[in-house]
């Protein structure tokens, strides 16, 4: 992992907890992940017609790790109708890189020096300090902690998913454009099977829609950069890395959304910057 690909990484965690915080502090969390769906359709045009073609045996790569998006985004969606930003975000995106060191270890084969391991151990721990975070009325969210959990398993398979059909492709650009706008398509024909209503609030509300544009804009920016990165460096360890969001998500909970800060968080989002900071040692 270079020092550029480190920074691009950084920069779109920062992206990624940027959209999520609209997710989480809109009334409908489905309209508005359904306004950066369609947010991403511009850009995704744009930069098909500029990109570079990709081959074309990554489509099943392609393929399926739409299909896990979908998966992922509903998962998303119903943790963050009932729980809080500051700890469904957390433990989704930290639960994330271990799942894929794991299954890089044990499939692909990869193998990595003791400051890799060590920094993705760090940042996985500070996600399970969050998991014993108690709400307002001094009880554990457990139903939101098992919706996080199940969102970081989706969250790691599409980030093997994906960084193979990346490579694969031989354009990563590309490849992740029409993926992008393959699950703008697969997003807004599910929401027309199963919340057809949607699209009337959609259109109705202006707000909805700028926010959807600038969410879908970062959005695609965000998994685009990490896209790029997962063919410079190994699906592991940028997976770690993306997972620094979490403090910019710890940030943007307490500071706009007003959610409660609690030691247990604090704890946490400490642990996760030292983990990141051992993954940024072991550059060098």
């Known amino acids: 992992m270079t020092t550029s690909v480190f920074l691009a990484v950084v920069f779109a965690a920062c992206l990624h907890a940027a959209w999520n915080s609209l997710i989480k502090g809109s009334a409908d969390k489905h309209t508005a992940m359904l306004g950066v769906f369609l947010g991403h359709v511009p850009i995704c045009i744009v930069m098909i017609l500029l990109a570079p073609p990709f081959n074309t045996e990554a489509l099943p790569w392609m393929i399926g790790g739409i299909f896990l998006h979908l998966g992922y985004q509903q998962f998303l969606i119903t ?9 469904v975000y957390p433990i989704a ?7 894929v060191t794991v299954v890089s270890v044990a499939v692909l084969g990869l193998s990595f020096t003791v400051f890799e391991v060590s920094g993705v151990l760090l940042i996985t721990f500070g996600v399970v300090f969050l998991a014993f975070a108690k709400r307002v009325d001094g009880t554990r969210d457990l139903r939101g902690v098992v919706l996080a959990l199940g969102t970081g398993g989706f969250i790691a398979a599409y980030s093997l998913v994906d960084g193979i059909g990346a490579r694969v492709a031989g354009s990563p650009l590309g490849f992740w454009s029409w993926a992008a706008l393959g699950n703008a398509v697969m997003f807004t024909c599910w929401t027309a099977l199963i919340r057809p209503k949607t699209f009337a609030g959609l259109r109705s509300d202006r707000s909805a829609m700028v926010m959807g544009l ?17 063919t410079q460096a190994p699906i592991a ?6 997972e620094t969001s979490i403090v910019f998500a710890l ?3 307490t500071i706009i959304l007003k959610e409660r800060v609690t030691r247990v968080k604090i704890i946490s989002a400490g642990v996760i910057i030292a983990g990141a900071a051992v993954l940024r040692i072991s550059i060098s």
């Open 79 to 87: 943790a963050y109708r009932l729980a809080d930003l500051t700890l």
């Open 237 to 242: 360890l940028v997976t770690a890395l993306r």
């Open 93 to 99: 995106r930290g639960s994330a890189p271990l799942i």
């Open 214 to 230: 600038g969410g879908g804009t970062a959005s695609f920016l965000a998994y685009g950069l990490v896209i790029w990165a997962f």
């Open 251 to 253: 940030l943007i909970g």
